[in-house]
């Protein structure tokens, strides 16, 4: 009943896109990134204009709840975004703790998770996640092209009308 999801004709990246392109204006997203997807989030923010502060770590470190509190504790972002298991590395970064961090700063959260969900068990509910972004390809093992967002509704509902893009 918290969720629904939001299919979409095309790859990850789009439905990344999608979420991030119909955030209230007032939104700024802090990226945490390890790889080539993570910085794929940085440019999705950077052309939106709502990009926040940006960690970029080394792509053989582990994004972790502490990493993301120490730059949590002094922002003034609305949201975070990372990618749960960066697919250029395969790195599999802290999902539960991150989350855990994120919530108690009262973030809103993007979860990257094309390549782990169908793979790695991701309690979304538990972990209070805004955005799940997936595809049908990677761990469902499906024919590409088909992106998804499983989205909170109540988060869901503060994007209605604010669409920024023709096609998306």
């Known amino acids: 009943d918290k969720y629904t999801s939001i299919l979409f004709q095309g790859s990850g990246t789009y439905a990344n896109e999608s979420v991030i392109s119909c955030l ?8 945490f990134s390890n790889g080539l997807y993570g910085r794929r989030l940085v440019d999705i923010c950077s052309k939106y204009k709502n990009l926040g502060n940006v960690v ?3 792509k053989k470190i582990q994004i972790t709840g502490e990493i993301v509190e120490d730059m949590l504790k002094n922002s003034k972002s609305s949201h975070i975004a990372f990618v749960h298991n960066e697919t250029t590395t395969g790195i599999e970064n802290c999902l539960e703790d991150i989350c855990e961090v994120a919530n108690k700063y009262d973030k809103k959260i993007i979860v990257d ?3 782990s969900y169908g793979g790695i068990p991701i ?9 799940l972004v997936g595809s049908s390809n990677k761990c ?13 509704k109540d988060s ?4 209605k009308d604010n669409s920024t893009t023709l096609s998306l």
């Open 24 to 31: 209230p204006d007032n939104s700024r997203i802090d990226v």
């Open 56 to 58: 970029c770590l080394d």
């Open 113 to 115: 998770a094309i390549s």
């Open 123 to 131: 309690n979304i509910e538990k972990l209070n996640i805004d955005y």
């Open 140 to 152: 469902l093992h499906g024919y590409p092209g088909i992106g998804f967002v499983i989205a909170n």
């Open 156 to 159: 869901l509902q503060e994007c």
